[in-house]
């Protein structure tokens, strides 16, 4: 099982990424997931939550109205997509998956397998 993220890089305050997170060894249509940033010298943060079917999300106060999390079951992928981008930002993202359906929202221990992380970084 290896979830792969990817879509990172430099990008200007204001301006747009969009992360991906592709699951392979395993059909993620019914698994919870979720993304993670790590800044350099911090701790580990929520950023965003999905549910198996993409009804339920949850937000981190820091990016609500900014950050966007959906995914495509038929493509076993989730995607985050970051508008209006601060310094702030920058970090190492992470995406996660539950091993089951629960809905794990912003509870780190909660998530079963993790992705390698892709760098994010917001010039001012």
């Known amino acids: 099982v290896q979830l792969q993220a990817s879509g990172g890089g430099l990008v200007q305050t204001g301006g747009s990424l969009r992360l991906s997170c592709a699951a392979s060894?395993?059909?993620?249509?019914?698994?919870?997931m979720g993304w993670f940033r790590q800044a350099s010298g911090q701790e580990r943060e929520f950023v965003a939550a999905i549910n198996w079917y993409g009804a339920i999300t949850q937000y981190a106060d820091s990016v609500k109205g900014r950050f966007t999390v959906s995914r495509d079951n038929a493509k076993n992928t989730m995607y985050l997509q970051m508008n209006s981008l601060k310094p702030e930002d920058t970090a190492v993202y992470y995406c996660a998956a539950t091993r089951d359906r629960r809905f794990a929202g912003s509870r780190f221990q909660d998530y079963d397998y993790w992705g390698q992380g892709t760098q994010v970084t917001v010039s001012s």
């Open positions: 060894g395993h059909t993620f249509n019914s698994n919870s």
